[in-house]
């Protein structure tokens, strides 16, 4: 297994989620009676996506699905590249628990299940479990039942409402983390070898404006909302 040399830090991702392509069916989606629960596709990779969904409803008449793989079980299907046009108008937020998806997902203030397959995922899941705004499960063993409860918990507490407006609002307050924390270190290395300042303050300069440009809550999708 390689190793990352002692000079190099690990600062974070990069996240800007750029505005989504709106599907043709988003006006009947976002009319639906039913409580909407929007599925990205990274969370579909249980041992049966279609069967599961019937199980969770098996009449149709709970939940509106929409699922951006193009699945087979939901009652609307689209590319990824919807998924913030998409999001503003679900109640509920189903995801595998990525980095990507975990950020749009408390940006838009949407409760999220978090169906989750690796350590990184999982450990996505319980944060968001301990701010209260979401749940988390094993893809491969959740049931039915284990998400019906969850849905209806979620959904059903004024409180995770009130967390997710407060998750929001402190990310928004933020600039980008990534590019800031960059930044951070930047400055330091600036005033631990004055003799490299001149070089440094250019790509501190570019960091700082870089963070303050991709601040959450730039993006065209969020401002829609």
Same mark, same amino acid.
């Given at each position: 297994?390689?190793?990352?040399?002692?000079?190099?830090?690990?600062?974070?991702?990069?996240?800007?989620?750029?505005?989504?392509?709106?599907?043709?069916?988003?006006?009947?989606?976002?009319?639906?009676?039913?409580?909407?629960?929007?599925?990205?596709?990274?969370?579909?990779?249980?041992?049966?996506?279609?069967?599961?969904?019937?199980?969770?409803?098996?009449?149709?008449?709970?939940?509106?699905? =929409?699922?951006?793989?193009?699945?087979?079980?939901?009652?609307?299907?689209?590319?990824?590249?919807?998924?913030?046009?998409?999001?503003?108008?679900?109640?509920?937020?189903?995801?595998?628990?990525?980095?990507?998806?975990?950020?749009?997902?408390?940006?838009?203030?949407?409760?999220?299940?978090?169906?989750?397959?690796?350590?990184?995922?999982?450990?996505?899941?319980?944060?968001?479990?301990?701010?209260?705004?979401?749940?988390?499960?094993?893809?491969?063993?959740?049931?039915?039942?284990?998400?019906?409860?969850?849905?209806?918990?979620?959904?059903?507490?004024?409180?995770?409402?009130?967390? *997710?407006?407060?998750?929001?609002?402190?990310? *928004? =307050?933020?600039?980008?983390? =990534?590019?800031?924390? =960059?930044?951070?270190?930047?400055?330091?290395?600036?005033?631990?070898?004055?003799?490299?300042?001149?070089?440094?303050?250019?790509?501190?300069?570019?960091?700082?404006?870089?963070?303050?440009?991709?601040?959450?809550?730039?993006?065209?999708?969020?401002?829609?909302?």
């Amino acid at each position: 297994m390689k190793t990352v040399p002692m000079n190099y830090f690990y600062v974070g991702p990069l996240i800007h989620a750029e505005p989504g392509v709106s599907p043709s069916w988003l006006d009947e989606f976002s009319s639906s009676p039913r409580v909407k629960i929007l599925i990205t596709g990274g969370s579909t990779n249980m041992v049966d996506f279609a069967e599961f969904f019937r199980a969770v409803d098996p009449d149709r008449r709970i939940y509106t699905l =929409a699922c951006t793989d193009r699945a087979s079980a939901p009652d609307f299907s689209c590319g990824p590249e919807s998924l913030t046009a998409v999001l503003p108008h679900a109640d509920l937020f189903v995801t595998h628990g990525g980095l990507g998806s975990t950020y749009v997902g408390m940006v838009a203030a949407k409760p999220m299940i978090v169906l989750y397959d690796q350590f990184e995922r999982q450990a996505n899941a319980h944060r968001l479990a301990k701010l209260g705004v979401g749940a988390g499960f094993d893809s491969a063993t959740v049931t039915p039942d284990e998400f019906i409860a969850a849905t209806k918990r979620l959904l059903g507490d004024s409180g995770v409402r009130t967390q *997710l407006v407060k998750v929001r609002e402190q990310l *928004l =307050a933020e600039p980008t983390g =990534a590019p800031r924390a =960059a930044a951070r270190l930047v400055a330091e290395c600036i005033n631990r070898f004055p003799q490299a300042a001149d070089r440094l303050r250019p790509v501190l300069a570019q960091l700082r404006d870089s963070s303050d440009r991709r601040r959450l809550g730039n993006e065209e999708w969020v401002a829609a909302m």
